[in-house]
């Protein structure tokens, strides 16, 4: 082919895919949606939106949120009857990492205990393993997967054992470098206060990884584990040195330190003034309930005392997923209710809210039409439930949420199946 007319194909092929894509693109009167989510009760807090609708995907993204779509326009459907419809649910903090962390759990095995679309791995890589974890595990995981990279190098790859009680581990260039190199999937730096880990550096640990935040050339975030800190003084200087945007993760724990004292944002049955502070200028508070880190005398303290939780997380791993709390996300979910927010209040902490606060807002945490086609179906089950936090306090609820069906991309979990399978 001469270089003219090379130079003629492409000018006309290109051409011609201009001219088709719109075209492909609008959906016709007598065209299917690939999947019709059919009568469910849709809650959206993104569009305050609350009402039985049918939802209709199409390439993988939502095409109508319509009060009915005939069935005859849908290749298949799922029938929601009865069941809350909500935007795929986004946890800000879980432990997604098998095989290079020591506590993670493949985030598909997590899908139809959780609801989750969007998983954050909250420091389970640090600068030494986290090229493993784009490359062998988000590569080859259907939920999407953002994560917090820890300030140690090893990230929790040696748990049990202390990842900061060598603050060596902590390299503030080879973190603010690898956030640098990932600023599609990173979200900012990871560091865990309390005293079992990082002994007795006080708030080094957390000026390093601020330090590196700020050297990456991004409004990288911090996110803070606090839990059971060395001292209450300590607590507040965590608390004063908090940027706003900066999560503040497991706010209502009430773990104690080594020295059996409570050291939180509640002390002494009082809300520590910097914890207030911190709130009012912006730091996100979440919940991050674990196995060990949400009590619910300390939050029925802050939470009158100003200090909501923004966002709604799980903290699930290999050892809280089997403990007596129950961290699953929607089960958390719950435990709110029982505390006194509403139903559209706890779905906002679990979708529209992360999905800002990792900046991927309005293309997660929402049903708008354009969005990805991430769905979660759930059952409120009405009835006396009892709640149990971390420390065996009790509460008791009316209202139970448990996990349905997950839709990502369009793309049901679980049955029914998807042909061709393997393309997925």
Wanted: one cysteine or more; charged letters at 15%.
């Amino acid at each position: 082919m001469s270089e003219l007319s090379r130079r003629h194909f492409l000018a006309g092929t290109a051409a011609a895919a201009l001219s088709t894509s719109p075209a492909i693109a609008a959906m016709g009167p007598n065209d299917k949606f690939d999947l019709v989510i059919k009568g469910g009760d849709v809650l959206d807090p993104s569009q305050s939106l609350r009402g039985k609708r049918d939802i209709g995907i199409r390439w993988g993204v939502i095409e109508a949120v319509e009060a009915e779509i005939p069935a005859a326009r849908a290749a298949k459907t799922i029938d929601a009857s009865g069941k809350l419809v909500t935007p795929g649910l986004v946890d800000l903090h879980c432990h997604v990492y098998p095989y290079g962390s020591a506590i993670g759990i493949p985030a598909d095995e997590l899908v139809q205990f959780q609801n989750t679309t969007t998983v954050v791995s909250a420091g389970d890589a640090g600068v030494n393993n986290l090229a493993a974890l784009r490359r062998f595990i988000v590569a080859q995981t259907r939920a999407r997967m953002y994560a917090f990279l820890h300030i140690a190098n090893n990230g929790l790859s040696a748990f049990p054992v202390a990842e900061l009680y060598n603050i060596d581990n902590a390299q503030v260039e080879a973190c603010a470098m690898a956030l640098a190199e990932n600023p599609d999937f990173l979200l900012g730096v990871k560091v865990r206060m309390s005293e079992n880990v990082i002994y007795k550096h006080g708030i080094e640990p957390l000026k390093r990884g601020i330090q590196a935040c700020e050297m990456c050339g991004w409004p990288a975030k911090m996110m803070v584990h606090i839990g059971g800190v060395e001292t209450s003084q300590l607590m507040t200087d965590i608390l004063n040195l908090l940027r706003p945007g900066d999560v503040l993760t497991h706010s209502y724990s009430g773990f104690l330190n080594n020295a059996g004292a409570a050291t939180n944002i509640v002390q002494d049955g009082k809300l520590l003034p910097a914890a207030l502070a911190a709130k009012q200028r912006g730091v996100i508070f979440d919940v991050g309930h674990g196995g060990g880190s949400f009590d619910f005398t300390v939050a029925e303290v802050a939470i009158p005392g100003g200090c909501t939780p923004d966002t709604i997380s799980s903290d699930i791993h290999v050892f809280s997923g089997n403990t007596p709390g129950t961290p699953y996300l929607p089960n958390v979910m719950g435990k709110f209710m029982a505390l006194g927010f509403s139903l559209e209040q706890v779905v906002a902490m679990a979708t529209i809210a992360p999905a800002k606060i990792i900046n991927r807002a309005p293309k997660i945490g929402t049903l708008q039409i354009g969005a990805p086609g991430d769905v979660s179906i759930m059952d409120g089950v009405e009835g006396p439930v009892t709640f149990v936090d971390t420390r065996n306090n009790k509460r008791d609820g009316k209202v139970q949420l448990k996990p349905v069906q997950t839709v990502i991309n369009g793309v049901p979990f679980g049955r029914p199946y998807q042909a061709p399978f393997a393309v997925r």
